[in-house]
């Protein structure tokens, strides 16, 4: 989220993408609502080194969030953990899904980063609703770093209440603005379990396809 330079900073909240800013990290569910949200953390600061200082990754490594437990994808398959989404700037958990990372990947893997970009799109539209609804974000905001969160948390409750009260507009999806890809930087290769458990997703998306998906292997 950009900010005007905050003073006696020096470089902490100036980003790789060369401007001022402070991170929102969010979560959202397949209606664009928000279901949780980190805002403040230094713009230099990487996704998932801001993602491992949230309460939300102390109660995934604890195994409190009361995530549902493991079921099988098909009939007689294996049990599958509900995982959370991620781009290639988080590291791979049990509970959280990031894509093969690489080039010269197989035509499995290829399609298992599309059909996780697919589902992964959702968050880049509740980025691009909140951006296009309340247009402050579209210039760097003006005051101080305790008021730019407070101005934050409070347009992503509105969000919700909005997307509540009025429903989905598809116009509002179109441009994200103010809100800027990840990178790579500071990400895990995570535990055999998960990387277990990424390939079995790879062969069920293989095994019952979407009719266009070979297009994009």
Known sequence: MRVIKPMHTGSMYFNYKHYFSIVLLAICDANYNFLYIDVGAYGKSSDSGVFKDTAFYTKLQNKTLNIPNAKPLTENGDNIP????????????????????????????????????????????????????????????????????????????????????????YEDTLTVTGFEPATNRDRDRGGRTALTNRDKLAECFVTSPLPWQDRFA
């Open 82 to 169: 509900y995982v959370i989404l991620g781009d290639e700037a988080f590291g791979l958990h049990e509970n959280l899904m990031r894509p093969y990372g690489g080039h010269n990947l197989s035509s499995n893997k290829k399609i298992f980063n599309y059909r996780l970009s697919r589902a992964r799109r959702y968050i880049e539209c509740t980025f691009g609703i909140l951006s296009n609804k309340w247009r402050l974000f579209h210039r760097p905001m003006n005051v101080n770093i305790h008021l730019a969160m407070k101005i934050v948390r409070s347009c992503c409750i509105l969000h919700n209440f909005v997307r509540s009260r009025d429903g989905y507009s």
